[in-house]
């Protein structure tokens, strides 16, 4: 089994910058793809972006140009590198490993 801890939410201003981190522990080497998932008040939990263990990413139309998926594979750890934040953007994002395992989430506020 593979256990996720995100870390770095908040509460930013409309225009800024956040970034996430997803640390992974368990049986780590069964992990391809990582992901970010969100889901905000009264909505269905979403595809943020995905990153495969060879570095292949795909990402919302909402969130192109303006979030960066990355992964340190030595450390177990994906990020998601978040600018240009709007209120929209306004979610519990959550860690996904092999469309199987989730973390628990961690919410980012933007304000207007």
């Known amino acids: 089994q593979v256990q996720l801890v995100e870390s770095g939410g908040g509460l930013v201003q409309a225009g800024g910058s956040l970034r996430l981190s997803c640390a992974a522990s368990?049986?780590?080497?069964?992990?391809?793809?990582m992901g970010w998932y969100r889901q905000a008040p009264g909505k269905q939990r979403e595809l943020v972006a995905v990153i495969t263990s060879g570095g292949s990413t795909v990402y919302a139309d909402s969130v192109k140009g303006r979030f960066t998926i990355s992964r340190d594979n030595t450390k177990n750890t994906v990020y998601l590198q978040m600018s240009s934040l709007k209120p929209e953007d306004t979610a519990v994002y959550y860690c996904?490993?092999?469309?199987?395992?989730w973390g628990k989430g961690t919410l980012v506020t933007v304000s207007s």
């Open positions: 996904n490993a092999n469309n199987v395992s």
């Open positions: 368990g049986s780590t080497f069964s992990i391809n793809a």
